[in-house]
């Protein structure tokens, strides 16, 4: 193995520690942002990468044979997004294939940006996906389309408030209160017989299902911090939402779903 300099080697592992925390923002699992390091520290001429994750940030080392570099970064909430994980790796894999110099890695990483979809699509698929789920349950027409209004609806205000930068909690409990609001409309005038499954179907979009699969995951795979912390953040999740759709529920004196 050649002799890297301690520059060289900084270099190295900003732009792994750079991977990795892309890759736990956008919601890989632990043990792939792990093997990724891995990977792209021996393509790059390390002798081997160590690394500490927890829910909010990463605590990564390079090792050569006569030094080691550690560096820190903080990872920040940012909405699930495959896209990039998949950038990441394909990236690792053209490294393991073509190795190509460090700059050149870091250049890259910049480039990868997410690949949102249009909103306004995204309002319309969210609102068609929850009001195809009441459909299933049995709802009736009326229901099937009021659903479709108070899902849509409620992800609109989702958009728009995580476009603010408001806080996970608040976004989920506003988002279920608005959608637990408009759903609400199957209850006027006994316009439709199956008022409860809109009213349950509306705010399926709220469902963290993402969080807690991979803490199932990090925890069967041994990394029990990242377990615990993703587990409690979808836990958290959940129950705001369920605080909105109570919040909403009372307002309105309905009894339940």
């Keep these: 193995m050649s002799i890297i300099s301690y520059e060289e080697q900084t270099k190295i592992t900003r732009a792994i520690i750079k991977a990795a925390v892309m890759m736990l923002e956008f919601g890989a699992e632990s043990k792939l942002i792990d093997q990724i390091s891995q990977r ?3 393509a790059l001429g390390v002798k081997s990468v160590e690394m500490s994750l927890i829910p909010s940030a990463i605590v990564l080392t390079t090792l050569t044979p006569n030094q080691s570099v550690t560096t820190t970064r903080r990872a920040h909430h940012k909405p699930i997004n495959m896209s990039i994980v998949y950038d990441i790796v394909r990236l690792c894999i053209e490294l393991e ?14 480039e990868i ?16 996906s929850c009001a195809s789920f009441a459909y299933l349950r049995g709802a009736d027409v009326a229901a099937f389309f009021i659903t479709f209004l108070a899902a849509s609806t409620a992800m ?25 609001m408009v759903a ?32 199932i995951l990090d925890a069967v795979k041994g990394y029990l911090s990242m377990g615990w912390g993703r ?25 339940g779903w």
């Design 97 to 110: 294939k073509k190795r190509f110099g460090v700059l050149l890695v870091a250049k890259r990483l910049k």
């Design 156 to 180: 609109g205000v989702r958009q728009k408030l995580a476009k603010h930068r408001f806080v996970s909690i608040v976004i989920f409990t506003v988002t279920a209160f608005v959608a637990t």
């Design 113 to 128: 940006k997410p690949n949102y979809y249009n909103r306004w699509l995204i309002v319309f698929m969210i609102g068609l």
């Design 231 to 255: 587990w409690l953040q979808a836990t958290l999740l959940t129950l705001a939402t369920s605080m909105g759709i109570i919040f909403a529920m009372s307002l309105l004196n309905i009894k």
């Design 40 to 42: 792209m520290g021996a």
């Design 184 to 215: 609400s409309l199957s209850y006027v005038n006994s316009i439709s017989s199956t008022p409860s499954i809109a009213l349950s179907s509306s705010v399926l979009l709220l469902v963290p299902g993402f969080p807690f699969i991979n803490s």
